[in-house]
DNA sequence: CCCGGTCTGTTCGCTATCGAACATGTCTCG
DNA sequence: CGAGACATGTTCGATAGCGAACAGACCGGG
């Protein structure tokens, strides 16, 4: 499932380096992450931005009683630690591997030397960062009027492009951590897809069988993140 | 209520306009607003942006069958229109008016202009961009978690740090449409704030008489979002 | 190969919210 | 001042999701 440490694909960081002049990046290194590692605390002081390459991570809130709801994902299309970008050296979210995989890990100081020093890493990061406001305003609006099985239709099919196969590592219970949702809620919701032929499961694994009656059975949420992350993801894009 | 068109009271505006230099913004214009007007359409190329003087503006998002669930609210102390800074040019997201009264407004190309100049614009706008954020995926989570009654007293206390008075012009089928509920949850919710002796309705008009309660009933999410807005707001910030 | 832990499936009553229908109150304009 | 438009209040099923409890299935380690 996951190939030995591979050269930079992630999309973001593969912009930044093929345009990057002189000196490269000392202090990049590639890390490896297992599922559920907690990437950043809630309001804990960011010190490294991490570029998935074929990880996913998960922004998280939690709440004072524990539950938690899930505020975007993050594949190898984009970078995690945007909001030390904005100027915020922390956010009141949570971040964890939804995916184990590989990351490059960056320091802060030095991306943020990069952003100063690059007007087209500024461009590309803000153009990602705004993806990533489609994704939670989506999010938002998806929580209030969609049922548990679009939206764990929606989870799925933004997990499906930010990996290689169709298979992904997840318990039910864990799907229920990210929406925000009872697991029973999630084993209905998931009952009912298997039993229709479009996934299949078996503890932790889950098997996408049939994408196009996914996306058929999701709500219009997953197409607006998408078409928005596709069309801002569309470098190299004019300063 | 609405006193004639003031100075520039917008904080953000008013600290780019505190260092700027020689030349001033010639295209900034002092507009008034309606409840209701629609600033931006779902996708449409964004032409300007706002400075809020003593309106709000609200970020929705309209669904295909045309429920909506509100997104983010922007008064004085911020700005509509970060997507463009952001790069993207449009949104999936509807702009709305949703307390009238007056807002500085600047073409998109001024502002870019302004921004390219000066790396305080960019700083400045950044975090209050991120205080946006967290706006956002706090409002993804209260959806996802709390009560309307809850989520009502939030979207009070919002309002109310936007206004001067303790009043508020808004009917509860409006309330309704931003919070993405009937009208009918509204006006319970809203009968027993009413009861309870935290506000007074009547016909469009609702009195906060007990904000200290308000705050007690509401959830986490209000303190969060104030918070980081509070953190993020203080100007000036060490680039 | 057995046993404890983990994951999934199922059930039951409960509550918040929905959808629809309708009643009442109140402002405004002709 | 009277009619309509608009805002609010109330009620009644229907339903999605919750909370709790428990049963069975599967796995991996001793």
Redesign the pocket.
Known sequence: MTDAPKPIQNQLLAEIIKNAKHRDFPDLVLVELSLGDAIYESDQPIEFVYFPVDCIFSLLYVMIDGASAEISVIGNEGMLGVSVVMGGDSTPNRAVVQSKGFAYRLPVAEFKKELQARTDVWVLTLRYTQALITQMSQTAACNRH????QQLCRWLLLSLDRLHGNQLTM???LIANML??????V??A??RL?KAGVIQ?????ITVLDRPKLEKLCCECYAVVKRETDRLGSFPSKP
Chains 1, 2 share one sequence.
């Open positions: 969609h049922s548990i099985d318990t039910q219970e925000g949702v009872r697991r029973e809620g084993t209905e998931a009952g298997q499961y078996q503890r932790g694994h």
